[in-house]
């Protein structure tokens, strides 16, 4: 298997998508249970035509974006298993000028912290993703730390889903999923434990979004995506405080294939945000972010 190393020219693209779902592996195996996934679908009014790695950056090499790619392991939780981040993260090996693989592993299963510590070393993933309704676990409970530690040695930044979910919307119980353990305070724990982790709250975290404010802006190491929502629904306190207090620190993110970066960019364009900040949130902060010219990319 090729290691992925990161050739994204962070001066040629306009924009780094920092948040996108691969939901078919190139067998067709879905990422998640298909009545999950159809319903997730349904919710965001989404084509159920899902793409592959190899698709997807076909797709944003058309745009001149970069984008942020991964699964979501939750095997414990769904008996489902995800698609493969190896497959993923070779994938991304040979479009790395346009990818950037993240891992996953299962807080839930057998010796999640030495899979991340492999990912990291074997594959060359550049950071985690974590969507802790989904994989059912309360991510400031210390048993999850070892993962968090590993993931600090290496310097790299994990992203945590908050807030609302489409995923499961509108099934009986929500598929059992609970809401509960994606408030953004819970991540609150995780910062303070560990400073050296860049903690990325992806969505706007309704109906926590004064939360999510509040950690982002008194941690250092809390970023917030943008991901889930069309712009034009944004809470005001969230667009008030990316215009100002968050405006290092908020970052493009789509949730493709859920919500296309077209329709994003389209509704972004007509908020009112000052013109110093619209370059840093659609690419300055996640290049500096992701490490994009430091080694890990050119032209940052």
Not at 24 to 29: E, L, M, R, S
Not at 86 to 105: H, K, Q, T
Not at 196 to 205: F, N, Q, R, V, Y
């Amino acid at each position: 298997m090729t290691r992925y190393e990161c050739a994204v020219d962070a001066g040629a693209v306009v924009a780094v998508d920092t948040h996108v779902h691969v939901e078919k592996d190139g067998h067709g195996h879905l990422s998640l249970p298909g009545e999950v996934l159809d319903a997730a679908a349904r919710y965001f009014k989404a084509p159920t035509d899902r793409m592959t790695i190899d698709e997807t950056a076909d797709y944003y090499r058309e745009r001149s974006m970069a984008a942020v790619v991964f699964t979501v392991d939750a095997t414990t939780s769904l008996g489902h298993a995800p698609n493969s981040t190896e497959e993923i993260a070779e994938g991304a090996a040979r479009n790395n000028d346009v990818l950037i693989p993240f891992g996953s592993v299962d807080p839930r299963g057998d010796d999640p912290a030495g899979r991340a510590r492999r990912q990291v070393e074997e594959l060359g993933v550049r950071g985690f993703k974590f969507h802790p309704t989904l994989q059912d676990f309360d991510p400031s409970d210390a048993r999850y730390f070892p993962i968090y530690e590993v993931i600090q040695e290496y310097g790299l930044p994990a992203i945590f889903h908050t807030g609302q979910t489409g995923i499961g919307a509108r099934l009986p119980g929500g598929f059992g999923l609970k809401l509960g353990l994606s408030n953004p305070m819970l991540l609150d724990v995780v910062a303070a434990t560990f400073p050296g982790l860049d903690i990325i709250m992806a969505h706007p975290s309704v109906p926590w979004q004064d939360e999510a404010i509040a950690v982002a802006t008194h941690k250092g190491n809390v970023y917030i995506d943008l991901s889930g929502w069309s712009p034009k629904y944004f809470p005001t306190a969230l667009v008030r405080q990316a215009n100002s207090l968050l405006q290092d620190k908020v970052l493009f993110a789509s949730d493709f294939p859920l919500l296309t970066p077209d329709r994003w960019l389209k509704d972004f364009a007509q908020l009112e945000l000052k013109d110093e900040v619209r370059p840093k949130i659609l690419k300055d902060n996640a290049v500096r972010l992701l490490g994009l010219g430091e080694g890990g990319g050119s032209g940052a």
